[in-house]
């Protein structure tokens, strides 16, 4: 599971550069609702890709989704755990925050 996770926070990377680059979501919209709206359109796509996933609990998703985002390089850490109002369980290796 742990590399399905892996493989997904990658996928998940990628994907929100390109969402926050193509989609038109407003910039200026809370890191919170930026998330939702992109979790929507990227689930599926993470579950056609990685179908080891697919009875994973919700929170398995979010974890990916967001280490994804924190991956990416556009959103830090602790931007992520205030906007979202959670704690990741650890920090990546190659985490300033």
């Known amino acids: 599971m742990s590399e399905a996770l892996d493989q997904a926070a990658s996928l998940a990377a990628t994907h929100w550069v390109a ?3 193509e ?3 407003a910039a200026n919209l809370n890191l919170r609702d930026r998330v939702t709206i992109f979790a929507r359109q990227f689930h599926p796509e993470m579950l056609r890709r ?3 996933l697919w009875n994973a609990p919700d929170e398995v998703a979010l974890l990916a989704i967001v280490e994804g985002i924190e991956r990416s390089g ?3 850490r602790r931007m992520i755990e205030l906007q979202l109002r959670i704690k990741l369980p650890y920090p990546t290796p190659d985490s300033s925050t």
């Open 23 to 25: 989609s038109g979501v």
């Open 50 to 52: 990685l179908p080891v």
């Open 74 to 76: 556009l959103e830090t």
């Open 19 to 21: 969402f926050v680059e």
